[in-house]
Structure formats: C-alpha cells, structure tokens
C-alpha cells in the first residue's frame, strides 16, 4: 500500500510555488514556516512510518473482513508518530471498507488521560455503540458489555473500533481495568476490535502475561525512536509543502543528528527548528547583535558579512547552522556539552578534529593520525600547531576527563584513541565559535 499525499494539499504547494520567493521580512511567508513546522500541524504525507502502518491496517482489516474481535498493542517513545500514524490508518481504513462494499466499523477513539476514572472506559464503549443497553443500577457497563458480548447477537451488529491512546493511564495497582478491557475481545460473540497505545515499552511485559494466561495475545507493534536519517527526511517533507528553502540543510542535519542521538521525538525536532527559526527572525529585526552566538562570540565574529551584503543576503535569510545551534542549546544543554566548552582552545581543536575524523564511519584511530587531521585543522585557521608530544599530553587529559579513551602503547603516536562522547555534542558543543563552525561543516 502507498500512503500518498492528499490531492488538495498537493494542489495548494503547487500553485504556492508559482507565488514567491522567501522573504524573512514578509509576515505571512515567517507564518507560513512555522505552520508547516508546527506539533498540531498535520502534516499531509506521514513519512518514515510505512511499515509500521501497514501492519496495524493489516491487522484492522482482517478484523473487519472476518468480522473478528482482537487486540493490537502500540507502543514507543514519545513523539515517534504513533497518534499521529494512527489517525492515518482510521481513515485509510474506512475508505478502504466503503471501497470493498464492508460495513465500516463505529470507531471511538479515546485518549485516556481525558477519563475521570479508569472504569469509565466501559461506559464511553457502551455508551456510544450501544445506548440502547444501558446499564441499570445493580450492573456496570463492563458487566453489560461482558454479557451481550457472550451471547450470540442480532446479524448486522456493527463492530467496534476502540482506539484507547495514553492507555499508561488505565494502569491501576492490579491492573484488573487494563485485564477487563483486553478480555472482552476474546469473548466468543465481541465485536471489538482494540488498539491500545503507550508510550511505556515495558506496559506489555508487566500486563502481558496474566493476559496471555487467561489466553489473550495481543499482537504488539514497536514504534522505534526516530534515527537522523529520519528526522532529516520528515523535516525536509514538511518544508517542502513551502515553495522557498528556508533551512539550510546543514542546519536541518545538525539539529535530526543531535535529537535523534537525544531521545528521536520528533516534537522536539520541530521545536528545536521553530526556535532556530525565531532566533534568526530577531536577528534580522536586530542585526547588529547576533542572537546564535553565546556573548563571549559575538564580537569575535565581526568577519560576519553585513546583512544588507548583496552576495550574502541569501545566506543571511536563511535558519544557519549557528542558529540551530543556539536554539538546541536552549532544548538540550548538557553537562558534557559545557565541559567541552569550557575546555583550553587546543583542546577543542583536538575534538573537532577527531570528529572529522570518525565522520566517516571509523571508530577508533591513533595519536599520529589524529595529530594529522589537528594539524590540518590548525593549517585552516591559521593557528600555530601544538607539538605532537603536547597534542599527546592533552589527550591524556581529554581521557582524564573522560571525554577520549585511550589505549596502551610503548609508542605514543601509535596509541589508540576512541571517542567517549557522542560527536553530536562535541559538534553542538562547538559551533558557537565561527572558525569550529566552517571547520566542521
Ligand atoms: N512521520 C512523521 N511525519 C511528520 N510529522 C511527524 C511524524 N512523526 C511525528 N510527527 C510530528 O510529531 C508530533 C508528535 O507525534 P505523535 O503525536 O504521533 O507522537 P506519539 O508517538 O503519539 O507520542 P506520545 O507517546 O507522546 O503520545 C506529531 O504531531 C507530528 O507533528
Ligand atoms: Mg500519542
């Protein structure tokens, strides 16, 4: 199956790109942007999640086609597209349905963190499929629901999709509500089809097995953390709903590689890009401050060209590295991160040059090859190097303080240094200064 993109929306690019260019200056150019990276904007293609929802359509079809109860379980970190992709599936779903000449099913979906107590999901289920059952006082309507689904029913009974989100919620200490809700599926007459979306991996291990006891299996689908790669491409797909480059890719790459290797929750990707796209907006208003440096830089980057600079104007418009930079450092400042900022010139050098160094893939390398790579670096900015048996002493203590690891050797150039942080913070870490950030682009 291919989730394509909505033809209106396509239309509505498509006439936008006859339109203009971007101007940073325009209000509704600036609105446009932070639309189209806004959480509550939905965006019309839902990338890097094909998989994923295929497999719960899958699952919904077979459901509806047999007209068979069952229950999915969907967990993963926060932000990797679950509510999102979920909403996708519901209407590629009853499309599909009307399309095959099925009945449809009713569908309720409930985020549970909207219930005033646990139980009061047996009532919403009840209460909108079937309000002609209701419950008098001396039952409940999980006992209703227990019943009528354990006896044959009328044919022509719809089934109904239950879509409980934040389904964390309906923990309770024995968690006999989670139980409860799970079981009326295996029922031998239910109707119900359940989804039950979570956000804590380990919800499965700790309901599952008195579940599975009392022979109920939930399939489970995982929604992985979201990898660089990803975000990149998710970014790009909601920019380019825009008919002008506002990001420079760089900048778009900086901020998916540090998110992903943080937690891979796409808010904070689009939070991160927002902000660097606010950052830049007052920079324009107030060229003369320079809102992505940290105020030890400001004034050491006077190389900066003018923003009224013809051949730069372009760049100057656009969200940079730098801004990115600033705006991550406000998300996700860590300690590793004001250590390496912290540290001697020579030092950071060192990192910087092992960063370009591992960008291909390698892992680990010497203090002579190192010593190359510091060695351009310092060519490149014009700074005297440092000899080769002091660049030793310092990764001595870069390993001290446990920022390099590195091995034994009679020979100190070919001792083995590896990294013990992650390169996206010495990368972070860094590009406030102007020559670490063309060192490293
Ligand atoms: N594949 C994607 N394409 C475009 N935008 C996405 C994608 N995945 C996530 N997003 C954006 O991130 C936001 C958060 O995603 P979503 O609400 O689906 O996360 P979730 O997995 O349900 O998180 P939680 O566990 O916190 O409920 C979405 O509103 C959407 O703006
Ligand atoms: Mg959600």
């Not at 979306?197 to 700790?206: K, Q, S, T």
């Not at 790459?253 to 992903?260: N, T």
Request: net charge positive; glycine share 4%.
């Amino acid at each position: 199956m291919k989730l394509s993109r909505s033809p209106r929306k396509k239309r509505l690019s498509e006439n936008f790109v006859e339109k203009s260019t971007w101007n940073l200056r325009d209000v509704g150019h600036l609105r446009a942007v932070k639309e189209a990276l806004h959480v509550s904007t939905a965006p019309s293609n839902v990338v890097c999640r094909d998989n994923e929802q295929n497999r719960i359509l899958d699952f919904c079809k077979n459901c509806v086609e047999q007209e068979k109860a069952g229950s999915l379980y969907v967990c993963g970190c926060p932000g990797t597209g679950k509510s999102l992709s979920m909403e996708k599936v519901k209407n590629i779903l009853v499309n599909w349905a009307n399309e095959e000449h099925l009945q449809p099913p009713d569908i309720l979906s409930i985020n549970c963190t909207s219930l005033t107590k646990t139980t009061e999901i047996f009532g919403k289920i009840l209460g909108e499929n079937y309000p002609q059952k209701k419950p008098d006082r001396s039952t409940s309507p999980l006992l209703v629901l227990q019943n009528m689904y354990s006896q044959k029913q009328p044919t022509g009974v719809q089934m109904i999709l239950v879509i409980a989100d934040e389904l964390d919620y309906l923990i309770t200490k024995d968690r006999a509500v989670l139980h409860d809700l799970f079981m009326l599926t295996t029922l031998p007459f239910s109707k119900c089809i359940l989804i039950g979306i979570a956000n804590a991996i380990d919800l499965a291990d700790r309901f599952m097995p008195k579940l599975q006891s009392l022979n109920c299996k939930p399939m489970v689908i995982t929604f992985r953390a979201y990898s660089k790669d990803q975000i990149i491409t998710i970014l790009q797909e909601r920019l380019r709903e825009l008919p002008y480059k506002v990001f420079q890719p760089q900048a778009v790459e900086l901020c998916a590689r540090k998110v992903a290797s943080a937690s891979g929750d796409m808010r904070k990707a689009l939070a991160v890009c927002r902000s660097a796209l606010e950052i830049l907006e007052a920079e324009s208003r107030d060229p003369v401050s320079n809102f992505s440096l940290p105020l030890s830089d400001r004034n050491a980057d006077q190389q900066k060209p003018a923003p009224c600079d013809i051949t730069t104007n372009q760049a100057n418009n656009m969200v940079r590295i730098d801004h990115v930079a600033a705006a991550l450092s406000k998300t996700f400042k860590s300690p590793v991160v004001d250590t390496i900022q912290s540290l001697p010139q020579h030092q950071q050098m060192i990192l910087c040059s092992a960063v370009k160094l591992f960008r291909g893939g390698k892992k680990d390398t010497t203090i002579g090859e190192l010593n190359k790579y510091y060695m351009d670096v310092c060519k490149s900015t014009l700074i005297p190097p440092v000899g080769i048996m002091e660049l030793s002493n310092m990764c001595r203590v870069l390993d001290d303080q446990g920022i390099l690891k590195l091995g034994q050797s009679k020979d100190d150039k070919l001792r083995r240094v590896t990294l013990k942080v992650d390169g996206a913070d010495i990368v972070f870490a860094l590009q406030g200064v102007r020559f670490f950030r063309n060192c490293l682009q």
